[in-house]
């Protein structure tokens, strides 16, 4: 049973299209975040949301809309794609926002290029 | 000066050998720390939280130096399962708790 899922595992797109990621935990965490991984293999957070509620918003460009119907589901939506999102973007969960003992839960992860 | 700092390696070492990576961080607010590794193509596992008083679990101590500003992990008896990035992984005070990761350290464990 996949504590943090998310789809699509893969997505490739053109430039100027629009897409969504789809991200689920099922561990009873208050806490979830979108991070983007590059090509340089750096971890950098994008956003988080405690209880539905946007507690992170770290200079992504507006073009990235976060959705978080329940405190179960955080969905990223992309407008207008650019070359330069082109990247794997994890989602993950916590407890709480504090995170003390227990860490971060990632998703598996969604490769995303734009062509 | 970056938030968190590691050694990118990769660091080259027989299986047996000990081997120990550290992770250095620029926030002195900051209050909970992680080791993390991520296998090729796959997403971030939480290894082992970092306690103040340092904590081991099986061949793996991770110890932390607050005055110093650093956290280490040190590995013993390294397998070939263990090749892999090690990432660390600082949460800062200040309301939001944002986590910062580092760029991770390549470890590569050979027969």
């Known amino acids: 049973d996949t504590a943090v899922s998310q789809t699509p595992k893969y997505l490739v797109t053109q430039m100027g299209n629009d897409k969504s990621i789809k991200c689920e935990q099922n561990?009873?965490?208050?806490?979830m975040y979108w991070y983007k991984q590059d090509s340089k293999k750096f971890l950098k957070i994008m956003f988080s949301?405690?209880?539905?509620?946007?507690?992170i918003n770290e200079t992504v460009p507006n073009r990235f809309s976060p959705k978080s119907p329940d405190k179960a589901h955080l969905n990223l939506h992309i407008n207008s794609l650019e070359l330069g999102d082109s990247a794997v973007y994890f989602c993950?969960?916590?407890?709480?926002?504090?995170?003390?003992?227990?860490?971060?839960?990632f998703g598996s992860g969604t490769r995303l290029t734009v062509v | 000066r970056k938030e968190v700092e590691q050694d990118p390696g990769p660091f080259n070492v027989p299986e047996g050998a000990t081997v120990a990576f550290n992770c250095t961080y620029s926030?002195?607010?900051?209050?909970?720390f992680f080791w993390y590794r991520q296998d090729c193509r796959k997403e971030p596992k939480l290894l082992m939280s970092?306690?103040?008083s340092g904590n081991e679990d099986g061949r793996f101590t991770a110890q932390l130096n607050r005055a110093s500003q650093y956290i280490s992990l040190l590995i013993r008896d390294s397998k070939l399962s263990d090749s892999a990035t090690y990432l660390c992984v600082v949460n800062n005070e200040g309301g939001s708790y944002i986590p910062t990761f580092g760029r991770g350290t390549s470890l590569i464990v050979h027969p």
């Open positions: 993950a969960s916590s407890q709480d926002n504090r995170v003390k003992s227990y860490g971060y839960t």
């Open positions: 561990l009873g965490h208050d806490t």
């Open positions: 926030n002195s607010a900051s209050q909970s």
């Open positions: 970092v306690y103040s």
């Open positions: 949301y405690n209880n539905k509620e946007l507690i």
